[in-house]
């Protein structure tokens, strides 16, 4: 804290530290290849909401996945395939990444993103609403990773199959678990807030589970929650 500065300036001040620290952390431990920088382009032509995870997310995914020795692995929220992409590549040659998607549209283009990225052979996207579907994977059970980035206000009921899904040392991730602090603002703002103070009260409280959350999007607004299975 710099007592000159104005307050206006030491937010900017604050802002471009941690850009800068983002972008020599990202340079460093998340380099995007080729494959993820086209997989941004052709979002962003297919107008996709930019709201993939960030490169730094999606490695952590795969420090995750690779931890927990991951073969298998659900993502709830395909989106464009970005975060697959970095899922699929956490997982061996025998591997299996099933993402759900609602949006068929969105779908194709995941589709179109793993043949791109080259993991097709182990990254399959299901089209559905995630509460049809996760009734329907309980024979491929068990995900030894699920990544649960969907629609906000059923993560409570995501967070049900998650667990119905796992093994005990599964890893339960989600994103978006803070949103500038509205999941935590009382009464919540928003029907996403409410779904979303509900997952991270589950998983604190839920003697099955072993969680964590803390800020790691490129502002430090947003984050994730972990949480692992327990023996
Ligand atoms: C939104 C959804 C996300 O999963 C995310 O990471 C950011 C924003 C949204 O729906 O606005
Ligand atoms: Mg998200």
């Known amino acids: 804290m710099n007592p000159s500065l104005s307050n206006d300036e030491q937010l900017r001040n604050d802002a471009n ?21 086209s997989s941004i382009i052709r ?15 999606g490695k952590l995914l795969q420090v995750l996945a690779m931890a ?9 929220g395909a989106l464009a395939g970005y975060s697959g992409v970095w899922l699929a590549r956490s997982l061996p040659p025998n591997g299996k990444l099933i993402s759900l998607e609602v949006s068929p549209k ?17 990254a399959e996207v299901r089209v559905g609403p995630g509460l049809d ?19 906000k206000d059923n993560y409570p009921h995501y967070l049900d199959w998650a667990i119905k899904l796992s093994r005990a040392g599964s890893l339960i991730v989600a994103d978006n678990v803070i949103r500038g602090g ?12 409410v779904g979303i103070a509900a997952y991270n009260r589950q998983i604190q409280e ?18 994730i929650a972990i949480s692992v299975v327990r023996g």
Do not use: K, Y
């Open 17 to 37: 530290t941690r850009a800068f620290i983002n972008r020599e952390l990202e340079a460093r431990f998340a380099p995007e290849d080729a494959a993820l920088r």
């Open 133 to 151: 579907l996760l009734p329907t994977l309980v024979p491929e059970a068990p995900f030894d990773l699920i990544f649960i980035d969907a629609d």
């Open 106 to 122: 969105h779908a194709e283009i995941a589709r179109a993103t793993f043949a791109a990225a080259g993991v097709s052979d182990r």
């Open 43 to 57: 979002a962003q032509a297919e107008n996709v909401p930019p709201i993939q995870i960030s490169p730094l997310q």
């Open 182 to 193: 509205r999941n935590f603002q009382i009464p919540p703002p928003d029907a996403d807030a």
């Open 206 to 223: 839920d003697p099955r589970l072993v969680s964590v959350a803390f800020p790691n999007d490129d502002d430090g607004m947003d984050g």
């Open 68 to 76: 927990c020795g991951a073969r298998t692995i659900l993502e709830i």
